[in-house]
């Protein structure tokens, strides 16, 4: 079993900036991906951005250049800086761990609300 805690959402105006962390316990050490993904009120959850256990990062297009993921393997913390933020932003994000044998663990999200 793989636990994942988000953290860091809330209001923020637009063009403003905020850092979420997803702690992870458990058996880390079966986890292969960790990702970034958001739901958006009536739309389908969405990928946000990934990182591989090599470090390799994948982004949705419509955050490119404006998010980085990174971790921090020594606290098994994944982040997501989100810079110049839209009101197309708004969502529940939830943090996401693919282990080795492609099952998936979430998290129980967290709000990120961008006011225009």
């Known amino acids: 079993q793989v636990q994942l805690v988000e953290s860091g959402g809330g209001l923020v105006q637009a063009g403003g900036s905020l850092r979420l962390s997803c702690a992870a316990s458990?058996?880390?050490?079966?986890?292969?991906?960790m990702g970034w993904y958001r739901q958006a009120p009536g739309k389908q959850r969405e990928l946000v951005a990934t990182i591989t256990r090599d470090g390799s990062t994948n982004y949705a297009d419509s955050v490119q250049g404006r998010s980085t993921i990174s971790e921090d393997n020594g606290k098994n913390i994944v982040y997501l800086q989100m810079n110049s933020l839209k009101p197309e932003d708004t969502a529940v994000y939830y943090c996401n761990a693919r282990t080795w044998s492609s099952m998936d663990y979430w998290g129980k999200g967290t709000l990120v609300t961008v006011s225009s």
């Open positions: 458990g058996r880390i050490f079966s986890i292969n991906v």
